[in-house]
């Protein structure tokens, strides 16, 4: 039996899988980050303290983060959960828990999880995409994880598409994941809308269609191109553009035998058509056989890669 956590933003995930890999026990609860560094450690020692008692024996326990442990001094580092950055949360949770732990990215959690158990499974080297809040990826290779010497492989959402293009919280500008978050293509129509009614007025800007003050999903926002909207349309069209060509680098210096896509941006059909062609027209090569391929385990994948790492440890 093996017990996974995967700590979100806005709620906690855990599972037991059986040996087979079969999810039989699986809670949520939330995350409450607001209350705190020490809170959210107990949160965790919550779930997994109502799930241990399913997998008896346990001696390890998978965790998914955002963010990495930093080599350098054992702290968390690269969060989007603010709170959990510097802080020493490997070392805190095994000794609250009283067990093993292994922290991992989320996005290596779902990298995993599709590799072994998902769509990737059967390619030699995958690489996991996570197009959502954030942008982010994993490396597979052989069944295992390849997380680097600096714990930085994979995170795509960190180079550059364009020096001069939006500040991105990392502290550098035109990153991937400024332009193909879920936030990133929201704002883009919300601006492309901008312009598009200002010229109206604000009488008619404000009655315009589409010129309202509440920006739609980005998956609204493909449904809306799908139904003719031109504004949308163009917004889609440069959001495709640069995945193709972000994509296309990834492809460039890693290779892989697959790209799995997950995160809610994922649920974009045009990502599997129009987004694959995009990303033919700027790979180096005469052809591009790279599959890009749907998730399969969906929203479970990452509490199911958690609870592979102490599998995958051992």
């Known amino acids: 039996m093996r017990l996974g956590i995967d700590l979100g933003g806005t709620k906690i995930e855990g599972a037991v899988l059986d040996p087979t890999g079969a999810i039989v026990a699986r809670e949520r609860i939330p995350t409450e980050r607001e209350r705190g560094y ?15 008692p399913l997998a008896p024996g346990i001696r390890e ?52 999880a599709e590799a072994l158990a998902g769509s990737g499974r059967g390619h030699d080297v995958v690489f996991g995409v996570i197009l959502g809040t ?13 997380p680097g010497p600096q714990h930085v492989a994979g995170e795509w959402g960190h180079h550059a598409l364009d020096p001069e293009g939006p500040p991105c919280y990392c502290g550098q500008r035109g990153c991937v994941e400024t332009f193909l978050s879920g936030p990133a293509l929201e704002s883009a129509y919300r601006d492309a809308l901008a312009l598009t009614f200002a010229p109206r007025g604000a009488d008619d800007a404000a009655g315009g269609a589409g010129a309202g003050n509440d920006t739609p999903s980005a998956i609204a926002i493909a449904a809306r191109a799908a139904a003719g909207d031109p504004v949308a349309r163009r917004v889609l069209d440069d959001y495709l553009a640069r995945f193709g060509r972000a994509l296309a680098n990834v492809i460039a210096i890693l290779d892989p035998s697959v790209i799995v896509l997950g995160g809610g941006l994922s649920n974009l059909d045009e990502l599997y058509d129009r987004g694959r062609d995009a990303v033919a027209r700027c790979v180096f090569n005469d052809e591009l056989t790279t599959p890009i391929v749907k998730h399969t385990l969906g929203d479970s994948a990452g509490v199911v890669g958690a609870a592979l790492l102490a599998a995958e440890h051992g």
Not at 38 to 52: F, N, Q, T
Not at 134 to 146: K, N
């Open 38 to 52: 020490g809170h959210i450690v107990e949160r965790v020692a919550l779930l997994v303290e109502k799930l241990a």
């Open 61 to 112: 326990v998978g965790i998914g983060t955002p963010g990495s442990v930093s080599r350098r001094d054992g702290t968390l580092k690269n969060s989007n959960t603010t709170c959990l950055n510097g802080r020493p949360l490997h070392a805190d949770l095994e000794s609250r828990l009283g067990l093993r732990v292994r922290l991992e990215n989320d996005a290596n959690c779902f990298a995993l």
């Open 134 to 146: 954030g942008v982010g990826g994993g490396i597979v290779l052989h069944g295992s994880l390849w």
